[in-house]
C-alpha cells in the first residue's frame, strides 16, 4: 500500500510540472535561506560557551563599563567571600602586534598582560607548563603553541628559554597553550604578567584610573544576586569614590550583550541575532504559506479526482494517506534540494559574514530539517486529506461543491500575511541601508582617511623625534606625530580632574588622549577656541587642550586660559578642539581632553594619489632604524570602518534576504494566478464571447490580487515604522525615517505584483474561448 500510494504521489508531481517546480522552488530556496541564517545564529550563540565553569566566571563592570581600576580584581578576592581566583587583563586589543624574536627569527604577535590567576579562570589548555606557575614570574611569557612552532620550530622542551620582546626586553618562556579557540572573543598568541605591566604603566596601579578588565572565578555555591550586593560599594570602601558601582556581568553573555544598563543585559550583538532569529523566520513562514496555499489550490480543483476514488472503494483513511504522502514527498524533494543549495551557497555567505562556518548535520541540523519536513508536510496536506476527503463522492461527481468562503479568506488571509511580512523586511533593509550610509558618511570630526599607522619598536624607541622629523622629509608625507591612543574605541580614561565651579559630589570621567607636537594637525582636527601645542611657546607639557563636550560638561563658559588640577597637579588649558568621535555612533561623544606626551603610535598623513610610493618610502625608512624587522602599518580608516563591520554585513545579508522573501512571495503568487486563471477559464471565455477585451480581463484578475497587496501595506507600513524606529534607538545618531521610504516600498510591492500576475492574466485574456468552452 505504502509503495502504490508513493508512486501515486510521484505521479501527481511529475503530471503538473508547473506547480511542483514552483512549489519545490519557494520553499527550497527559502528552507536554504532559513538554514544559513539558522547556522549563523547557531555560530554567534556558542562563543564563550567552551570554557569549563562557564557559569561561574564574571567579568567585573565599573558603572556598566568593562574598564575598570587595576586594583580591583585582587581587592575584590581579598575582600569579598566566594571568589576563588581573580586576574585583572589589559586586553590584546589595547595593543599593536609586537615582534617576538629568537635568534634571527622575527615574527609579529598579538598578546596581552594578565594575573597570575588567569589560566585558573579561563581553561586554555596548557600543554607546557602549570596553570599555578606559569604568570608568577614578571618576567615570564606563554606562547601559543602555533607561535612556539614558528619562533622554536617545537613546542617541546622550550621552558626556560629566552625570547626578545619588542626589541628591548626579553622574557623566558613558562608554558604553552593551545591555539585559542575562533570560538572565545579574546583573540592572543601570547600572554605577560600584569604585575610586569603594572611596572611600565604605573597608572593602572591607582583607583581613579580606569582602563584594565577584571575577571572573577566564583566558588560554586555562591549566589550571584547576593554577590552582587557585596560588592557594589567596594570602590567607596578602599577610594572614597560613592559615584561608582561595581557588579559583575557573566562572562559568556558579554559577547552578545556587550552593552550593559543598571547591570542588566541589553543590546549588542544579540540584536542582530534576534534580528536573523526573526528574518529567518519571516521566510520560512513565507516558504510554507506559499506551499500551503499552492498545495491547498491545486488540491480543491483534485474534487472529481477524489469523487472516482471513493466510488471505486477508497476510503477516507486511504484518502487521508494519499494526501499527506504526496505533501511531505514534496517538502522532502524541496529539504534535499534546500540542503543542496545551502552547501553550495555556503562559501559565499561566509566571505559575507566574515565567519568559518561549515553545514555539519549534526543531532540539531538533523532534528531541525525533519521539523520543517513533518510540520511543512503535515500542515500543508491537512486540507486535502482532512477536509476534502469526508465529502459525499455523488455530490462531488454531480459538481455540487464549490470552494466554501472559508478556504477563500483564508488562502486570501495567507497571502496578506505574507506580503506583509515581505513588505516589513524591505523597508528594514531601506532602513539598515541608510542607517549605515549615515555611520561612513558622518564627519567624525577630524580627517580619517590615509593616516597611516605604525608602531615604535626596535631602534625607533628613544629617537621617535628623530624618526618623525625624517618621516615628515618625505615626499607624500604631510605631516606626523605620535600618540598613545588608538583614536577608536576606550584606551585610558580616568577622573580625578578638578576645576573652578566644580560640583563636589559630581565625578567627571575624563578620555585621556597623550599625543606629541602636531598631532591636532596631522589629525586635521579643528581648534574652536585658543590654541594647539606648539613649539613656539616654550614648553608646553602643562598644558590641556579640552573637546567641546569637555568644556560643556564643566560648566566652563571661556575655558582658555584657566588652571585645572589633575591628579593635583596644575594644568593649563591652551584651548578647545572640535569635538570628534573616538567611539562608534553608537554613543554620543564623551569628555576628553589632549596632554603633550609622545606615544608608541606614530600617524602620518599621506598624501592622496601618492601612496604606494610614500609607503615604500616609510618602509626603507624603517628599514635603516629596524634592519631585519617586519615592517607593518595599517590605515586608521580601516580601523575606523571595522567598527561597523556587524551592521556592514547586516546590511548585505538583509538585502539578499529580502530580495529572497520578495521572489518567493512572487512565486506564490504566480502560482495561485495561475490557478485563478484555470479556475476561472469558463468565466473569462463567456466574457470574452459578449465582447470583454483583453485589458477588461486582465483588470479583472489582477484587482483581487491589488486589493489583498493594499491590505498588506496598510498592515505592514505602521509595523515596520515602529519595529525600525525600536532598532535606531541603540544609535546615539541615527537617521529620521521619512515618508520617502514607505512611499518607495509601497510602489516597489505594487509593481512587482503587477508584473508578477500580467503574465498570468494576459495570457488567461489571450487564450481561445472555443477552446476553453470545448473542456467544460
Known amino acids: ?125 596548557l600543554i607546557e607548563g602549570k596553570k599555578n606557575g606559569v604568570l608568577e614570574n614578571k618576567n615570564s611569557i606563554v606562547l601559543s603553541d602555533e607561535l612556539a612552532k614558528k619562533l622554536f620550530g617545537s613546542t617541546e622542551n622550550i621552558i626556560g628559554k629566552p625570547v626578545r620582546f619588542d626589541q628591548a626586553t626579553t622574557f623566558y618562556v613558562s608554558g604553552v597553550f593551545e591555539k585559542v579557540p575562533k570560538h572565545s572573543s579574546q583573540q592572543f598568541d601570547f600572554v605577560l604578567s600584569f604585575e610586569y605591566f603594572k611596572i611600565i604603566k604605573d597608572w593602572v596601579t591607582r583607583w581613579e584610573n580606569k582602563g584594565p578588565h577584571n575577571y572573577i572565578l566564583l566558588d560554586q555555591k555562591t549566589d550571584i544576586k547576593a554577590f552582587n550586593k557585596k560588592v557594589s560599594n567596594i570602590i567607596a570602601v578602599n577610594f572614597g569614590d560613592t559615584t561608582s558601582k561595581v557588579s559583575a556581568a557573566r562572562f559568556s553573555d558579554l559577547y552578545l550583550h556587550n552593552n550593559y544598563g543598571n547591570n542588566a543585559k541589553s543590546a549588542g550583538r544579540i540584536e542582530y541575532v534576534r534580528l ?73 555567505f561566509n566571505q559575507i559574514t566574515g565567519k568559518q562556518i561549515i553545514l555539519n548535520f549534526d543531532t540539531t541540523i538533523i532534528v531541525y530539517l525533519i521539523v520543517i519536513i513533518l510540520g511543512t508536510g503535515l500542515l500543508a496536506g491537512s486540507y486535502p486529506a482532512l477536509y476534502l476527503s469526508k465529502f459525499n463522492p455523488l455530490s462531488v461527481l454531480k459538481g455540487k461543491l464549490h470552494t466554501s468562503a472559508a478556504e477563500v479568506l483564508s488562502r486570501k488571509g495567507l497571502v496578506v500575511f505574507q506580503f506583509t511580512l515581505s513588505t516589513i523586511l524591505i523597508v528594514a533593509v531601506m532602513v539598515i541601508y541608510q542607517q549605515i550610509q549615515l555611520i561612513q558618511n558622518t564627519d567624525a ?3 580619517k582617511n590615509n593616516i597611516l599607522r605604525l608602531s615604535v619598536e626596535g631602534n625607533i624607541r628613544g629617537k621617535e623625534k628623530e624618526f618623525i622629523a625624517e618621516l615628515k622629509n618625505i615626499p607624500g608625507v604631510v605631516n606626523a606625530s605620535s600618540t598613545l591612543h588608538k583614536m577608536i574605541g576606550h584606551g585610558y580614561s580616568h577622573y580625578g580632574m578638578n ?48 573637546n567641546e563636550t569637555a568644556a560643556k560638561m564643566m560648566g566652563l563658559k571661556d575655558p582658555v586660559g584657566k588652571n585645572i588640577l589633575k591628579f593635583g597637579n596644575k594644568m593649563q588649558i591652551i584651548g578647545v578642539v572640535k569635538d570628534f568621535h573616538f567611539e562608534s555612533l553608537h554613543e554620543p561623544i564623551k569628555p576628553c581632553y589632549l596632554s603633550l606626551l609622545p606615544g608608541n603610535t606614530i600617524v602620518a598623513r599621506v598624501q592622496v594619489n601618492n601612496e604606494r610610493q610614500t609607503i615604500a618610502a616609510i618602509g626603507r625608512l624603517y628599514e635603516n632604524y629596524n634592519p631585519g624587522l617586519p615592517f607593518t602599518f595599517n590605515f586608521l580608516e580601516e580601523a575606523y570602518q571595522k567598527q561597523y563591520e556587524s551592521e556592514t554585513r547586516v546590511s548585505a545579508l538583509s538585502k539578499y534576504f529580502a530580495g529572497l522573501a520578495i521572489v518567493i512571495s512572487c512565486l506564490g503568487l504566480f502560482g495561485l494566478a495561475a490557478f485563478t486563471a484555470q479556475k476561472r477559464r469558463k468565466e473569462i471565455a463567456v466574457r470574452k464571447v459578449i465582447g470583454a477585451s483583453v485589458i477588461n480581463i486582465t483588470t479583472m484578475l489582477s484587482k483581487d490580487f491589488l486589493k489583498l497587496i493594499f491590505i498588506s501595506l496598510t498592515l505592514a507600513l505602521p509595523a515596520a515604522g515602529w519595529l525600525m524606529s525600536n532598532w535606531l534607538q541603540s544609535y546615539a545618531y541615527r537617521i529620521r525615517i521619512t515618508p520617502y521610504i514607505f512611499v518607495i516600498t509601497g510602489l516597489s510591492i505594487i509593481l512587482i505584483t503587477l508584473f508578477t500576475i500580467s503574465f498570468q492574466a494576459i495570457k488567461a485574456a489571450m487564450a481561445n474561448p472555443v477552446k476553453s468552452l470545448k473542456t467544460e
Open 445 to 447: 570630526g577630524y580627517n
Open 1 to 125: 500500500m505504502f509503495r502504490t500510494n508513493l508512486k501515486i504521489a510521484w505521479r501527481n508531481l511529475v503530471k503538473d510540472k508547473q506547480f511542483t517546480f514552483i512549489n519545490v522552488l519557494g520553499l527550497s530556496a527559502g528552507l536554504a535561506c532559513s538554514l544559513l541564517i539558522f547556522l549563523w545564529v547557531k555560530d554567534e550563540l556558542s562563543y564563550d560557551k567552551f570554557f569549563a565553569n562557564e557559569d561561574r566566571i564574571y567579568k567585573l563592570m565599573e558603572n556598566n563599563s568593562e574598564e575598570s581600576s587595576g586594583l580591583l580584581s585582587d581587592a575584590v578576592k581579598q575582600q569579598i567571600p566566594g571568589v576563588k581566583y581573580a586576574a585583572a587583563v589589559a586586553p590584546s586589543n589595547w595593543f599593536p602586534q609586537y615582534t617576538l624574536s629568537v635568534g634571527d627569527k622575527n615574527i609579529k604577535a598579538n598578546g596581552q598582560y594578565t594575573g597570575k590567576d588567569y589560566f585558573h579562570i579561563f581553561s586554555f589548555k
Open 499 to 546: 576645576w573652578p565651579g566644580k560640583d563636589p559630589s559630581s565625578e567627571l570621567i575624563f578620555e585621556a588622549f597623550e599625543v606629541d607636537y602636531d598631532f591636532i594637525e596631522t589629525m586635521g582636527m579643528q581648534i574652536k577656541e585658543g590654541r594647539s601645542f606648539s613649539r613656539s611657546f616654550g614648553a608646553d607639557s602643562t598644558k590641556i587642550v579640552l
Open 276 to 348: 536573523f532569529s526573526i528574518l529567518a523566520i519571516f521566510i520560512l513562514v513565507i516558504a510554507c504559506i506559499n506551499f500551503m496555499n499552492l498545495s491547498t489550490a491545486k488540491a480543491s480543483g483534485r474534487l472529481k479526482e477524489i469523487g472516482i476514488k471513493k466510488v471505486i472503494g477508497a476510503d477516507r483513511k486511504q484518502l487521508i494517506f494519499q494526501f499527506l504522502s504526496e505533501s511531505l514527498l514534496l517538502t522532502l524533494l524541496a529539504t534535499v534540494l534546500a540542503a543542496a543549495i545551502a552547501i553550495l551557497l555556503l562559501p559565499a
